[in-house]
């Protein structure tokens, strides 16, 4: 069993930066990819595939946003630069092992002026 914990979420201005983690417990050595997906459509924001290192991202999320691994925290990063308005939504962690998928319980993120 793999555990997610989303944190990070908060109101931002537009053009303002944010730092989503979702730290991992449990049994995770079997995760081969984890990415980031926002609101209850699980629209793909970014994902990361272990063995390769390959991150990529939804048409909206290029150049604004960057995935990554803390390997030493055991956290799946998602900076978010240049925030606009319509990135505004819950953002939902997840990760797939060669059993299972899981997801965390969602932090909220609102760009707003």
């Known amino acids: 069993q793999v555990q997610l914990a989303e944190s990070g979420g908060d109101l931002v201005e537009p053009g303002g930066s944010l730092t989503l983690s979702c730290a991992v417990s449990g049994n995770s050595n079997e995760i081969y990819v984890m990415g980031w997906y926002r609101q209850a459509q699980r629209e793909l924001v970014a994902r990361l595939t272990f063995?390769?290192?390959?991150?990529s991202y939804s048409q909206s999320a290029k150049g604004r946003f960057t995935i990554y691994r803390d390997n030493a925290a055991n956290t799946l990063i998602l900076q978010m630069n240049n925030l606009r308005p319509d990135d505004t939504g819950i953002y939902y962690c997840?990760?797939?092992?060669?059993?299972?998928?899981?997801w965390g319980q969602g932090t909220q993120v609102t760009v707003s002026s």
């Open positions: 997840n990760a797939i092992d060669t059993s299972a998928t899981y």
């Open positions: 063995s390769s290192g390959l991150s």
